[in-house]
């Protein structure tokens, strides 16, 4: 499973074995002061994006970097029917999705960290 927790003033999101060779990514740190929004967001089977170094198996698994008109998202989530999304700015992405175990408490737990730094200066 997917972790995504807060140390100091970022968002550390750490992948699996397994998910880091599928996503060709070990895992992201973000400031938190980059963190624009988080919330969750439900599993959508329509994929309309050109996959760069990623993988992605319909209806299995979808994990990597997915080239949007709006710029580039990292996915790493499989059977989930609810995921959390994290809008950045400043940033090499524009959006991070990810499978939680507890996405509703982990995205709302984000997101008061985000905008506590965004109001502090952070």
Avoid: C
């Amino acid at each position: 499973m997917r972790t995504i927790g807060i140390e100091g003033d970022e968002v550390v999101i750490e992948f699996t074995q397994w998910d880091k060779i599928w996503a060709f990514s070990s895992g992201l740190r973000i400031p938190l002061n980059q963190v624009r929004s988080v919330y969750t967001t439900p599993r959508s089977n329509k994929d309309r994006t050109k996959r760069l170094p990623g993988t992605y198996w319909p209806n299995k698994l979808m994990a990597g970097t997915f080239l949007l008109v709006e710029g580039k998202e990292l996915r790493n989530f499989r059977k989930a029917p609810v995921l959390v999304k994290l809008e950045l700015t400043d940033h090499k992405f524009r959006s991070v999705v990810v499978e939680v175990g507890h996405p509703e408490a982990t995205a709302e737990k984000l997101d008061i960290a985000a905008r506590e730094a965004r109001a502090s200066g952070a």
